[in-house]
């Protein structure tokens, strides 16, 4: 009998272990798969689960995945409900809509008071807001890049990788969905907070950080050639804002290396002859970079920014000379 039990112990030690990873990948699956309430949607489990590479990131009930979130699983491996997930509030429960047709605003009321919402009455088409074309760029994930269309091509233009890399290259597509890496190293330096604008089928590529005042014409996404710099152009800056007005570029305020934001506005009559003026020196808005610059009913619009010390603004000022 003792080396019965002797026997009994030692395996009850080693087999043990084994026995509770078991148990707890039973209940983990159960809990992910077991019906938590009697409410569904044309027969299925109400549970919002999306496709991303070769995985599931499934938010689950309640909880609706960020429009970013699903090419997160993709490029780090995980995705946490926390990182990916919040939670929306219809009846504690996600009506689910099925592909190319979104929630109407007044669905989530709808399947509270009935627990019945058909897609007709629930779900409208997703042509009426923005359509995601893909998920997964070719390009380097980035940001402070430029995109323009020219020579009926969109095209991506160097900017600052989540790396921290920051690039020189080009990239171009006919449809938003597949990309053409033309140069992983174009004739300009590597650059952040540059602009682009297109006049007269002219591409031109301006500024950025490091801080610089040069000018650039593509001749396509690969052919470049620089065509103003140092005195015939704008001081250095990044940052900055870009439009194309009354035939002419300009360029509105920045960031630059001596300090404060700029808030000076400058103009180009053609990208071609490499000559900038400057229109005003002191514009009567605050000094700013990080701005949007647009055109509307005749006039040159500015908008926000970051303005000094840190600040964001959120005010809109309006032109028509400059």
Sequence with gaps: ?????????????????????????????????????????SGEEAILSFQTCASVANCGEGKLMYPWASSRPCRFSTCTLEECC??????????????????????????????????????????????????????????????????????VVAGWSELGDVLNDVWSSNDGISWVLETRSAPFSPRRGHTCAVL??????????????????????????????GS??????????????????WVLAGWNLEGPSLRDVWSSRSGLSG????????????????????????LMWLVGGRCDFGLFCKDVWSTSDG
């Design 1 to 41: 009998s003792h080396f019965f039990v002797l026997w009994m112990s030692r395996t009850l030690v080693r087999w043990i272990p084994l026995l509770f990873i078991v148990l707890y990948y039973l209940y983990a699956t159960l809990l992910r798969t077991s019906p938590s309430g009697p409410s569904k949607t």
């Design 86 to 155: 919040f939670t929306i509030p219809v009846c504690g429960r996600q009506f689910l809509c099925p592909p190319n047709r979104g929630l109407a605003l007044d669905a989530a009321s709808r399947f509270c008071r009935t627990r019945e919402c058909s897609v007709e009455e629930c779900c409208l088409p997703v042509p009426y807001g923005w359509k995601v074309l893909t998920r997964n760029a070719g390009w380097t994930p980035r940001g402070q890049h430029c995109s323009a269309v020219f020579q009926d091509q969109l095209l």
């Design 200 to 229: 007269d089928e002219e591409l031109l590529l301006i500024g950025g950080y490091p801080f610089s005042s040069d000018v650039w014409r593509g001749y396509s996404a690969v052919l470049w050639k620089q065509i103003a710099s």
């Design 232 to 249: 015939r152009s704008f001081s250095p800056r990044s940052n900055h804002g870009t439009v194309v007005f009354q035939d002419k570029v």
């Design 275 to 298: 000559s900038w003026s400057l229109v005003n020196a002191s514009a009567g808005f605050e000094a700013r970079s990080s701005l949007s610059v647009a055109v509307h009913n005749g």
